[in-house]
């Protein structure tokens, strides 16, 4: 499965933003999905996950409550809602794709998904 990621943007803190992940590919319905982001000097870290179902989700403990990670199967794309958005949200934001189809489980490690699209950037002013 290819990967886009797009709708980041420069945001005020306490804005908000969506963003889109379109996929190709007859496997992304049968994928978990994963949000990951890399601020500057800073490695890639862990933000939302959702299963191939859309029943399971997790999110990273920096992150509750202010995102909210989405998937619309039928049109091969995953949503990550992000609110009250803060500086420290500053980073490049990746979706990514499970390993496995039909994982039972929901990942938080990078080295569990591929797919990896370029990213899209979110830059929060303070």
């Known amino acids: 499965v290819q990967l886009q990621a797009f709708g980041g943007g420069l945001v005020q803190a306490r804005g908000s933003l969506r963003l889109s992940c379109a996929a190709s590919?007859?496997?992304?319905?049968?994928?978990?999905m994963g949000w990951f982001r890399q601020a500057p000097g800073k490695e890639r870290e862990f933000v939302a996950g959702?299963?191939?179902?859309?029943?399971?989700?997790v999110y990273a403990d920096s992150v509750k409550g202010v995102v909210t990670i989405s998937r619309d199967n039928a049109k091969n794309m995953v949503y990550l809602q992000m609110n009250n958005l803060k500086p420290e949200d500053t980073a490049l934001y990746y979706c990514?794709?499970?390993?496995?189809?039909?994982?039972?489980?929901?990942?938080?490690?990078?080295?569990?998904?591929?797919?990896w699209g370029q990213g899209t950037q979110i830059t929060v002013s303070s």
């Open positions: 990514a794709a499970d390993r496995i189809s039909y994982n039972g489980y929901v990942n938080r490690n990078d080295y569990d998904y591929i797919s």
């Open positions: 590919g007859r496997t992304f319905s049968s994928k978990n």
């Open positions: 959702i299963s191939w179902s859309g029943k399971t989700i």
